[in-house]
């Protein structure tokens, strides 16, 4: 009967299965705990910078997978807003965007930084070997 009553209180964490308090607050161990509160750091620091972001941007974003984040607002921990401005295009490839705050997705942003970063050294390049190859001349006062 006492390995029955035993069985009964204990818990285990959600996550990674390991036994925790039974007096413990929360569902996950401390480990896991922590890992879950950084990830919500991590999301509500994304939505400070761009309020009324979707779960999907903020997986292209962060790579916060969209069920975490729907996890929270299922928990409560945050509230999901109507945004009238869905299904936006990529300016550069076309392809759709849930966000009114980027014009680009994250990889046409990150091949046209690169892009910039190449012209802005080839110009760099360019000044240099101008600058190296200057012809002068040399002006002579006649004394006579």
Do not use: W
């Not at 945004?83 to 990529?90: A, D, G, I, Q, R």
């Amino acid at each position: 009967m006492n390995n029955r009553l035993s069985k009964h209180y204990i818990r285990t964490c959600r996550k990674c299965k390991s036994i925790i308090h039974e007096n413990s607050l929360h569902e996950y161990c401390e480990r896991c705990y922590g890992k879950i509160e950084e990830i919500f750091d991590k999301i509500k620091g994304y939505l400070k910078e761009f309020p009324g972001a979707t779960a999907h941007e903020i997986y292209q974003r962060e790579g916060i997978p969209v069920h975490v984040t729907n996890n929270f607002v299922k928990d409560g921990r945050l509230v999901e807003i109507p945004n009238e401005h869905l299904n936006m295009e990529c300016l550069r490839c076309g392809c759709l965007l849930l966000s009114v705050h980027h014009k680009y997705c994250p990889s046409c942003e990150v091949a046209m930084i690169r892009e910039l970063n190449a012209a802005k050294d080839s110009i760099q390049l360019v000044n240099e070997i101008k600058q190296e190859g200057k012809m002068r001349y040399k002006s002579f006062r006649n004394t006579n």
